[in-house]
């Protein structure tokens, strides 16, 4: 095998698609930053007990290990960035109030999430510490909402779909089987799949009312009624309830805010279980089957660095984002070839100043050999003087 072969699932980022990348990630932070969420970057690496801890546990497979050879203590590649801007909040920043934060870089994972996935994605995400209020979930969706907006300005509203859904549904429910012993991951694993059979025989040893309850999760997915079939259906215990409301709360402010972007729900869709805390939500392009944006409450992501408060968020992969938006135009550029006159290297930094793209054809290349730009001017000596000519396409 040659040495110049990467990995599998690992791949070059070549210039129109690093283009794309590159102004899909300036977009997301300069949103994310109109909010008022400041950037952070985190380490790639730190001690695997950090990267681990907590949360971070459900991590372990997808994280690759080394050994520090400075300290001979076994680091880890980070694989997921949630972890690190909750120990930046609770171990370094502290603040006593909310905090906002937001941050963009390359994570590392020892399997592909899915079939032609990258195992290096670019990681981008907000996070909000310090409200419980459901008003900061709606902030935090509010604004993945607007960042996928700023990416194509063009694109209608209604090309984007959020699909809610709550993490303290099924413990609740489960809550009433106190003593009975059930396999929480294989009835989890049941409705985040919808497979009645499945579900039917790892609740079999649950009181009626609980199997019940249960087995009517994967039918509550849909539009708004959703909701109100799920109050008819499910037990009125305090977390079933406080969840229903926010949620019909959430999906009453985007139809005001976000008018055109439809609101689906799943009260099935547990993924998670283990991680998130109250409201979940995903964000889907029209027709689509994979999640643009995953995100939600996960109040004990900062307890284990000493610090357990209030936490919502979000994350995405912008280069699988990147990979779904209308081709770039090659950039406008100035066509330059080249000169020994003075005056031409002056007119030159002149342009770039004010902040033109100059591609200079060097002596013995052809301009044709340019890619990547659209060279639609041309630096011409007429009349003594370098001037700006329109290039001539036809």
């Known amino acids: ?44 690496v730190e001690h695997i007990e950090s990267l681990l801890t907590g949360s971070g546990k459900t991590l372990a497979l997808q994280t690759f290990k080394l050994v520090d050879l400075l300290s001979g203590r076994t680091l880890g590649v980070r694989a997921d ?56 979930d709606f902030e935090v969706l509010s604004l993945a909402i607007d960042a996928l907006r700023a990416l194509d300005a063009q694109q209608p509203a209604a090309a984007l779909l959020v699909d809610l859904s709550d993490a303290r549904i099924v413990p609740a429910l489960l809550a009433q089987a106190q003593g009975i012993a059930h396999d929480v991951g294989a009835i989890q694993s049941a409705l985040i799949t919808k497979n009645a059979n499945a579900l039917s025989e790892a609740a079999a040893a649950l009181p009626d009312s609980v199997r019940e309850a249960l087995q009517a999760l994967p039918a509550l997915y849909g539009d708004r009624s959703v909701l109100a079939r799920a109050r008819s259906l499910l037990p009125a215990l305090p977390a079933v309830t406080e969840a229903l409301d926010q949620l019909d709360w959430i999906a009453d402010q985007i139809v005001r805010t976000h008018p055109g972007v439809e609101v689906l729900f799943d009260l099935a869709d547990s993924r998670g279980y283990s991680y998130y805390s109250g409201v979940r939500f995903a964000l889907y392009g029209r027709g689509s089957n994979n999640a643009l944006v995953r995100g939600g409450r ?55 100043q004010e902040g033109q793209t100059v591609v200079v054809a060097l002596p013995g290349q052809p301009a044709e050999a340019e890619e990547g730009f659209r060279c639609d001017r041309e630096l011409l000596c007429q009349s003594g003087s370098w001037q700006l000519v329109p290039v001539d396409r036809a």
């Not at 994570?107 to 409200?131: I, K, S």
């Not at 004990?300 to 660095?305: D, I, K």
């Not at 209308?326 to 006159?341: C, F, G, I, N, T």
């Open 298 to 352: 996960y109040d004990e992501v900062g307890a284990v660095y000493g610090r357990n408060r209030p936490a919502v968020g979000f994350s995405l992969d912008v280069k699988a984002l990147a990979a779904t938006l209308p081709p770039h135009e090659a950039p406008a550029a100035v066509l330059a070839r080249w000169s020994d006159d003075p005056a031409w290297r002056e007119v030159v930094m002149a342009l770039r």
């Open 1 to 44: 095998m040659s040495a110049w072969v990467l990995p599998d699932h690992i791949a070059d980022v070549l210039p129109s698609e690093a283009r794309s990348i590159e102004d899909t990630r300036r977009k997301l932070l300069d949103t994310a930053g109109s909010y008022g969420y400041e950037l952070v970057i985190p380490p790639l």
């Open 81 to 136: 960035m949630t972890q690190q801007v909750a120990r930046i909040d609770a171990h370094m920043l502290n603040r006593p109030g909310v905090t906002r934060l937001c941050y963009c870089g390359p994570v590392l994972h020892t399997f592909p999430d899915q079939p032609h996935a990258t195992r290096e994605p670019l990681q981008f995400g907000a996070e909000l510490y310090g409200c419980s209020g459901v008003q900061a």
